[in-house]
């Protein structure tokens, strides 16, 4: 049940947008977001939940479609900081763990 | 504590010997997790304990692989007879339910 995202690496100039995309073959209760720099532990940026409840932070935004199963990241006006490879994790019940995607390389460049 | 703190951070150890890793979630935090992250790869689900319920193990990947959480605080993560393919850098996380995972910065396992 491992969700697909897409695509797998994304290159940038900065001041340019981004979409990550993450899919499930499974009903979806809640998706969270983590962004990791190489070397580091992935950091949470987001999570969607079931029902459309949002909490988040940074200048980054998400949506959550239930019906299809997919969430998407937007990144928009991406500077420097925004590098790294960003993960999807999804719930498929309440009070399960996250099962991650993958993961998006994103680089951004001046 | 003010983050998730993981112990050792690296550890380097002979095949056929038993390891264990510390994880201290951030107090208050019910839920604990472990996950394994090979190199360039993405994060493998191991096992998760939340409050006084039963662990969830259904991503030990072999019966080497155990994991205790005692006082609904402190987790170790124990392999036994390590095999080179349980090099990995070892990631905890804790969290409230619903809120997001707080990660620790990992053990790097190398089994040589």
């Known amino acids: 049940q491992q969700p697909v995202q897409s695509p797998q690496a994304v290159i940038l100039r900065e001041g340019e947008d981004a979409v990550i995309n993450c899919s499930s073959s499974?009903?979806?209760?809640?998706v969270h977001w983590y962004r990791q720099k190489h070397g580091e532990a992935p950091v949470f940026l987001m999570i969607?939940?079931?029902?459309?409840e949002q909490k988040g932070h940074e200048k980054i935004s998400a949506s959550f479609n239930e019906k299809k199963q997919q969430s998407s990241l937007y990144l928009t006006a991406s500077q420097l900081s925004y590098s790294g490879t960003y993960f999807c994790?999804?719930?498929?019940?309440?009070?399960?763990?996250?099962?991650f995607g993958k993961g998006t390389t994103l680089s951004v460049s001046s | 504590g003010a983050g998730v703190s993981q112990s050792p951070s690296n550890k380097v150890t002979e095949k056929g010997k038993d390891v264990e890793l510390r994880c201290d979630p951030i107090?208050?935090?019910?839920?604990l997790y472990w996950y394994r992250q090979s190199l360039g790869q993405g994060l493998e689900f191991l096992i998760y304990?939340?409050?006084?319920?039963?662990?969830?193990k259904s991503g030990l990947p072999s019966d080497r692989f155990s994991a205790e959480r005692t006082g609904g605080s402190v987790s170790t993560l124990t392999i036994q007879r390590t095999q080179q393919e349980d090099s990995a850098v070892y990631l905890c996380?804790?969290?409230?339910?619903?809120?997001?995972?707080?990660f620790g910065s990992g053990t790097r396992l190398t089994v040589v």
């Open positions: 996380a804790s969290s409230l339910p619903a809120y997001g995972y707080t």
């Open positions: 499974k009903a979806l209760y809640s």
């Open positions: 304990f939340q409050g006084n319920s039963a662990p969830d």
């Open positions: 994790g999804t719930e498929n019940q309440a009070g399960t763990a996250l099962i």
């Open positions: 107090s208050g935090h019910t839920a």
């Open positions: 969607l939940l079931k029902g459309g």
